[in-house]
């Protein structure tokens, strides 16, 4: 059975802080790993890996991926009110239709 | 600018009754699908579909049926809405050949 799994499930920090959200999975079939963010509505596109050690950056958010150990991480440095969200991690099958499998998420709490 | 456009946004609905939740894009994209977002749950495959005249089933799709005769429409239709199904609805579309998917603003159904 595919499993993507996601931890911790909720995480409550201090602005300034530095967070580092799990995802591992178990899959037929892997092809690459999104990450999304989730504040009231749409989950908005952070981040897709495809290979193993090659870290992904956009700002004070950072990702990178191990095939091997079967893991993604999220890192978010230097935290502010605006990052509370849920961050949603989806990994994507290679079959002909590319389907998406989420893991349940983490919702992150960052406090004045 | 539209991008994926879904109707309605909120929904109270009585058990056994029918509706239609609506979604459009207007991206030219081949890759349409529909996932529940359910607490702890995660976000789950309902339907999806590769091309117009094309549909196939995701995780959970008892009670829903879809269509797709046009690239730009792909209606989730409720037969007989049951309080199972009261949960957030979300609508996503992709082009070909491509991993990232784009979401509408999401619709949420209860159904008493």
């Known amino acids: 059975e595919d499993k993507v799994v996601q931890s911790p499930l909720s995480l409550v920090v201090h602005e300034g802080d530095t967070v580092t959200l799990n995802c591992s999975y178990e899959v037929t079939n892997f092809r690459s790993l999104l990450w999304y963010k989730q504040e009231k509505k749409a989950p908005t596109f952070l981040f897709m890996l495809?290979?193993?050690?090659i870290e992904k950056k956009s700002g004070r958010l950072s990702s990178i991926l191990d095939k091997k150990e079967l893991f993604s991480i999220l890192n978010i440095t230097a935290t502010q009110t605006g990052d509370s969200a849920v961050y949603l991690c989806a990994v994507v099958f290679q079959t002909g239709a590319n389907n998406l499998f989420f893991g349940t998420g983490t919702r992150l709490t960052v406090i004045p | 600018n539209a991008g994926v456009t879904q109707t309605p946004k909120f929904q109270v609905l009585k058990t056994g009754q029918s509706m239609t939740l609506q979604c459009a894009q207007d991206?030219?994209?081949?890759?349409m699908s529909w996932y529940r977002q359910d607490p702890g749950m995660g976000l789950r495959l309902i339907h999806y579909s590769v091309g117009a005249g094309i549909t196939d089933q995701g995780e959970v799709p008892n009670g829903y049926n879809v269509s797709r005769s046009t690239t730009e429409d792909f209606p989730l239709r409720l037969l007989s809405a049951a309080p199972s199904q009261t949960s957030v609805y979300f609508c996503a579309s992709r082009p070909q050949g491509r991993n990232t998917i784009y979401f509408g603003e999401g619709s949420w159904l209860t159904v008493v």
């Open positions: 495809t290979s193993s050690g």
């Open positions: 991206m030219n994209h081949e890759y």
